[in-house]
């Protein structure tokens, strides 16, 4: 399915970690896969929402590899783009993650990047990990299955 395709419809998208990292590293062949989608977040057509979580996991690499220039630009994207939201994590979202990996068998980070999916209303959540397919409150893309 094209990027065009998985994205008829979709309004509101959560975000997984992974597809920040590999648009901001320019990781190809998913840097390709990225680089509409985020271009339809700065144009307003998609509002994007991820967890406070990404920071902690994008920043892993380059806080130790000491890459301040890398840091600095997944805080920016993160923190300070039209269109994207970083939604701490509060008590209902703490909750609603609970009850997905209960129900899911989810690892914590993942039933928190869902959860806060829910909780901002995304129709759908862009990932890398073909294990959260089985989660149905939401739909679920996968960039290895998508083409540009």
Known sequence: MTVS?????ITHLGVDTSPFIFYVEDNRPYAD???????????GRIAAHTSVLTITETLVHPIRNTD???????????????GLTTWPVDADIAQRAAE???????RTPD???????????????????????RVT???????????V
């Open 5 to 9: 395709d998985a994205l008829r419809g």
């Open 137 to 147: 409150e939401l739909r679920i893309l996968v960039l290895d299955e998508l083409t």
């Open 111 to 133: 039933a928190i990047q869902i959860a806060t999916a829910l909780q901002a209303g995304c129709n759908a959540f862009l990932t890398n990990d073909l294990g959260l397919k």
């Open 68 to 82: 301040a220039a890398l840091c600095d630009r997944f805080r920016v994207l993160l923190l300070d783009t039209d």
């Open 33 to 43: 896969l990225c680089e509409p989608i985020f271009a339809r977040v700065a144009d």
């Open 100 to 106: 997905l990996r209960a129900r899911y068998r989810l």
